[in-house]
């Protein structure tokens, strides 16, 4: 009896199952025509503020009878960046080098992060010179001042022995504002030893370079937005020019290359071009990518002046060195010596075929077998 009472009872909650999923489904389905029919009729239904799309009203029923309802994950992506990056103004573009001679003399460019500028600027303006490449020894963040300032001269010695360098282009100075000098008590910024100490290390620097005969370039500072950082600079330009120039070498100033026709700050400006582009940066201080060409321009052009250009003969001598003999390389007489002017400036005397002939009156050497030998006439 326990037996088929038990069988009695599960048959009967087999038919309620039943029965309660059939109802289910009918109200379901009498709840989708009724959203139809609203639809049709105008009214649009909205799920409650708050509630999932997704939300099944037979899920809670379904639960109670073991029919699990697997949840759809929405994943959401990330919209795709159709914006395109924009390159920063200040950022060096790409460009393709010509390969370089292996015997290619270094342009070796010393300094912060502008002397790094100025570098891709000069690589960028002698990128199709074989005989020339240009190499970098800079700190972004360093100068001559500060508690940790590199020793720039025993790195640049180290470079200027261990490679061909040609010449050296230096610039720095904005990162040394507000910088102390290591010493007891340390020299802060802006008084009276601090400047002189500043030109000391300017001073010690570029000799140590022209003691190993090579020419010095220090590219002056620009003006900025700022009045008192200009005042600085102003005061930083005028020691690199002075120690610079003391030991024969070049100071290239861009203070009015950087002004406008007014005398005043631009961030705008025409670059090698001529066209009217931006060449400062929004800190009013650094380059854009024109800015720093428009830089190795200048530089560029008194290196050419130097070096004599970038051909087959390139760096056969330095023009600031009367004592560099030329051994190799020019065969013709020099630029600045004329064909015949073997001729005495202050006595006008010589001894030139054309000055005994043309204002001596005296008669050319015969030639001997040359038809107007009068030796050979009189024969």
Request: proline share 5%.
């Amino acid at each position: 009896m326990a037996l088929s009472q038990l069988g009695a009872n599960f048959s009967l909650l087999a038919n309620i199952r039943r029965a309660c999923l059939i109802a289910l489904t009918l109200v379901f389905c009498a709840s989708i025509f009724g959203e139809a029919m609203a639809q049709s009729s105008g009214a649009v239904i909205r799920p409650a503020p708050g509630k999932s799309r997704s939300f099944n009203p037979l899920s809670p029923f379904l639960k109670m009878f073991g029919v699990e309802t697997r949840k759809r994950r929405t994943t959401r992506s990330r919209p795709a960046d159709t914006s395109t990056r924009r390159t920063s103004s200040a950022a060096t573009p790409r460009f393709v080098e010509t390969p370089k001679d292996p015997d290619a003399g270094i342009i070796l460019v010393v300094g912060d992060r502008m002397a790094r500028g100025v570098a891709d600027g000069l690589a960028f303006t002698l990128a199709d010179k074989p005989m020339v490449r240009v190499e970098t020894l800079t700190e972004d963040k360093s100068g001559l001042a500060g508690d940790n300032a590199p020793d720039w001269n025993a790195r640049v010695l180290a470079k200027v022995r261990g490679a061909d360098v040609k010449a050296v282009v230096i610039t720095m100075g904005r990162e040394d504002l507000g910088k102390r000098f290591p010493s007891e008590p340390p020299i802060e910024f802006g008084v009276d030893g601090w400047w002189s100490t500043y030109e000391k290390k300017v001073g010690s620097l570029v000799r140590t370079i022209r003691q190993e005969r090579k020419p010095v370039l220090w590219v002056g500072l620009a003006p900025t937005g700022n009045a008192l950082t200009n005042t600085d600079f102003v005061l930083l330009n005028e020691i690199f020019r002075g120690q610079t120039e003391a030991e024969r070498g070049y100071f290239i100033d861009l203070w009015d290359v950087f002004l406008s026709d007014a005398g005043e700050y631009s961030s705008y400006g025409p670059d090698v071009d001529g066209k009217n582009l931006r060449l400062r940066t929004n800190d009013k201080v650094g380059f854009t990518w024109a800015g720093y060409r428009k830089v190795a321009f200048f530089v560029e052009r008194q290196l050419s002046r130097l070096l004599g250009g970038y051909g087959g003969l390139a760096f056969e001598g330095v023009e600031d060195d009367p004592d560099f003999i030329v051994l190799t390389g020019r065969t013709t007489s020099p630029e600045d010596v004329l064909l015949g002017g073997d001729v005495d400036q202050e006595t006008g005397e010589g001894e030139t075929l054309a000055h005994q002939y043309f204002v001596e009156g005296r008669p050319l050497q015969s030639v001997a077998g040359r038809v107007d030998n009068t030796a050979r006439i009189s024969q």
